[in-house]
């Protein structure tokens, strides 16, 4: 025998006490609760069916049900670091037996209820689709497919930062896709077909039709009061190329950006969503607007890569080491970059010129010019054969003029009148003194 949980009813959680009921799905129910240590109001998403536990007290879920729902808390611990992936606290098992996930809660009003209700600026719009490809990038290089990349669930942060949220379909890249949990308006064509392989095409797909509705204030295939249904959009996405969002204020680049990436084949399409977020900063930067820093995970090989690259970057020189020169002042000055290691074996002479050198002339050589620093290739001639150095540039050793201020004498005649009104005054008081007055 097995009891039902009802969408109305919420889960019994120590150290938790229930607000009220955000909202419900096909598969869970998201609730609102307050944690009582750390005190924070968090958003719990529990899983729904006919059965929370059976008579014996073992949970009565479907067991695929279970294992996505183990797989999603899984996946979000994975990715939750990213800053535009919504952040996971815990997860377990209801007293009652329904499974749950504690997750951060996201007051703000998110993307699947504005999109239908305001125009969205373009700004905006450009900027939420950069963080996303970043989310995604991230999701991707990890291994895993969100495979439901919609406008609901991309929710909004106390600080308005956009999350990707619901990895409970999500899947690992190259698995088999049914179609038994997908969201036809926002789907790729090819994963509307059973066992389709999963490619990251599919999520780019979804990443630029969720962008295309925040612009379009529809899905893409969709018709405002016509036939929606999954056969009809499946047959529209299959058969036709999305058209332009209509939106005066929307650039040509950026149609065409979206176009890209939703276009019918795989192959078409950008080939990560890293490469549709860099056509978005584009976008930005024709548009003068602040480029939107794009995040995502970076391999240990791609680091390496990346070093490698700036290494390629210096003067293609070998590393000199620094060197003292005979003679010259220790300290800085006294360094210079030493010559490359000579080769093993001399160099070939050079062909014999064409024409006869001039004849010796018996006038003495000039004056070396001055000069000028080696680096690598350049000749270098040893401080021995040149002769001692005083700093690593030749001083002219030439005589200069000097110039000498002239000396100006100063009269004396006044020092000797002080001197002998001094001996006088000195006398007399002597006398003053012996003999007495």
Known sequence: MSATTPADVSPSLPGFDYLETI????????YLYEQRLPRRPVAVKALTGDGAITGDGVSGFDERALDRFRDEANLMARLSAHPNILSIYQAGIAE???????MEYCAQPGYGARYRSESIAVPEVLAVGVQLAGAVETAHRAGILHRDIKPSN?????FRRPVLADFGISGALGAIHHTDALSAPWAAPEVMNDDAVLRTS???????????????WRAPFEVPGGDNSFETLRSRAQTYPVAATGRPDA???LEAVL????????SARYTSALAFGRALQQVQHELGLPVTELEYSETSAE???FEDSRARTLPPTEPLAATVIPGAAAGFDGLIAAPPPAPATPPAPPPAAATPPPPATTTPPQAAPAPTAAYGAQPYTSPASAGPLESTVRRDTATHPVYTAP????AVWPGIVIDVVLVVVTAGAAAFYLFGG
């Open 259 to 266: 176009a890209t990436a939703m276009a019918t084949s795989p």
């Open 202 to 216: 599919s999520d780019i797909y979804s990443l630029g039709a969720t962008v295309y509705s925040l612009l379009a």
């Open 251 to 253: 650039p040509q680049s």
């Open 154 to 158: 991309v929710l909004v942060t106390d």
């Open 407 to 410: 000396v100006k004498k100063k």
């Open 96 to 102: 009652g037996g329904e499974p749950y996930l504690v």
């Open 303 to 305: 680091r390496a890569s």
């Open 23 to 30: 909202g419900s799905g096909g598969f869970s129910t998201v």
